[in-house]
């Protein structure tokens, strides 16, 4: 079982930048595929982003696709994930979790919020 704290998250401008960082616990981090979610108030949580085992393949939600890079570092049992150009509509808690077959299947992580200001 993979166990999983986020971090990063903060107040900015919209335009601003912010690095998300997902730690995870567990030897088998590299085998699965990672996803970054998020859940904005009185809306369900949806997915922004993920990335295949080895790193080599990501995919994004359109809302974020050209603004957001998703990342992770295997040695270090870690995630990121890049937010540029950010707007209000991105404000929401940001959750991470393993993948398999491209559902979240992990115990969800407090989160960590990013709020966007106009």
């Known amino acids: 079982q993979v166990q999983l704290v986020e971090s990063g998250g903060g107040l900015v401008q919209a335009g601003g930048s912010l690095r998300l960082s997902c730690a995870a616990s567990?030897?088998?981090?590299?085998?699965?595929?990672m996803g970054w979610f998020r859940q904005a108030p009185g809306k369900e949580r949806e997915f922004v982003a993920s990335i295949s085992w080895n790193g080599v393949n990501t995919y994004y939600a359109d809302s974020v696709k050209g603004r957001f890079t998703i990342s992770r570092d295997n040695a270090k049992n870690m995630v990121y994930l890049q937010m540029n150009s950010l707007k209000p509509e991105d404000t929401a808690v940001y959750y991470c979790n393993a993948l398999r077959s491209g559902e979240p299947f992990g115990s969800w992580g407090q989160g960590t919020q990013v709020t966007v200001s106009s």
């Open positions: 567990g030897r088998t981090f590299s085998l699965y595929a």
